[in-house]
């Protein structure tokens, strides 16, 4: 089992930026992908990023340009860097790991764009 743990979300305005983190820990012994997703009030949970363990990067066409995935694989950490943020992009923020098909979800993190 894989624990992870959300941080950074918070108010921010438009066009501001925001870098949330993802802990993880727990049984980890083998190369896995990290992601994160989000989940607006009303709407279906939604890929934002992924990265596997060889640095591949996938993003969803709404955050192309403006949101960048990291991670340090020696630390068990993930990031997401999100810049030119915008009121659509207000949601709770999950961070996601597959290892060996094993999928474990955070808690989330709320990321509010308001001005």
């Known amino acids: 089992q894989v624990q992870l743990v959300e941080s950074g979300g918070g108010l921010v305005q438009p066009g501001g930026s925001l870098r949330l983190s993802c802990a993880a820990s727990g049984s980890i012994f083998s190369p896995y992908a990290m992601g994160w997703y989000r989940q607006a009030p009303g709407k279906q949970r939604e890929l934002v990023a992924t990265?596997?363990?060889?640095?591949?990067?996938n993003y969803a066409d709404s955050v192309k340009g403006r949101f960048t995935i990291s991670r340090d694989i020696a630390k068990n950490m993930a990031y997401l860097q999100m810049n030119s943020l915008k009121p659509e992009d207000t949601a709770v923020y999950y961070c996601n790991a597959d290892v060996s098909g094993l999928v474990s979800w955070g808690q989330g993190t709320q990321v509010t764009v308001s001005s």
């Open positions: 990265i596997t363990s060889g640095g591949y990067t």
